[in-house]
């Protein structure tokens, strides 16, 4: 079975400062990994995913995580936050074959942004 | 596209009563996932359906739970005997079993249902 670890349950950063979300995962077998954000008083929603192909993956809001397969790691970085990135970080994995859709998420990263 | 609903939005029963919750998916999406998410925790998968089948079912799922998707639109989820551990935030996710880029594997979010077993 898979399993994700979210080994910080907050970060606050100062606004403008670099960020690091770090995401760790469990699985015997191939993954997809996902990062989904959920801002105050909203549903989830997908940030940005790994299915395939380059380890780096982007964001349309400046987040970029990279897959690293010998560290079983998917970490979230972002060069500069600003405020309007205060929200809490889902990382997530499923199995990615077998037909399988069960996605595993981690408990979560509430990034606070502080002005 | 009106994004997935969930009704109703807050629940609030007596432990032993039966409650029923409804997903309306983005419509053109043919899987549909149920999660619970309880405090200080991620969404933890429940349930998922592709079309009416129900293909893949938690073991946290248990006899007190039942969900259906009769036509392959909406959801139900039922819990039955409700108990105060139910208590928790019932989310529903839908996706399209096919896509391209963005589309691929994403799974889109509904408000969720917060339900309070007292």
């Known amino acids: 079975a898979q399993s994700v670890t979210q080994l910080d349950s907050q970060v606050p950063v100062f606004e403008e400062a670099p960020v690091e979300l770090r995401c760790n995962y469990s699985s015997s077998v191939s993954v997809y990994l996902f990062w989904y954000v959920q801002y105050p008083n909203q549903g989830l929603q997908l940030l940005l995913k790994?299915?395939?192909?380059?380890?780096l993956v982007e964001s349309i809001n400046g987040f970029e995580a990279e897959f690293n397969k010998s560290q079983t790691s998917f970490h979230l970085r972002k060069p500069s936050v600003h405020i309007s990135d205060t929200a809490e970080y889902f990382c997530a994995v499923r199995l990615s074959s077998g037909g399988y859709q069960k996605v595993t998420f981690g408990t979560g990263t509430k990034l606070q942004v502080i002005p | 596209d009106t994004g997935v609903s969930q009704n109703p939005r807050h629940k609030i029963t007596k432990r032993g009563q039966n409650v029923t919750f409804r997903c309306d998916p983005i419509s053109e999406h043919n899987r549909l996932y149920w999660y619970r998410q309880t405090l200080g925790q991620g969404p933890e998968f429940l349930t998922y359906?592709?079309?009416?089948?129900?293909?893949?079912k938690s073991r946290l799922l248990s006899d007190r739970f039942s969900a259906e998707r009769p036509k392959g639109s909406f959801s139900t989820l039922e819990i039955q005997r409700t108990e105060q551990g139910d208590s928790a935030m019932y989310l529903c996710?839908?996706?399209?079993?096919?896509?391209?880029?963005?589309?691929?594997?994403?799974?889109?979010f509904g408000p969720g249902t917060r339900l309070l077993v007292l």
């Open positions: 996710a839908s996706s399209p079993s096919s896509g391209q880029g963005f589309y691929q594997e994403t799974q889109y």
């Open positions: 790994y299915l395939s192909g380059s380890t």
């Open positions: 359906f592709q079309n009416e089948a129900q293909l893949e």
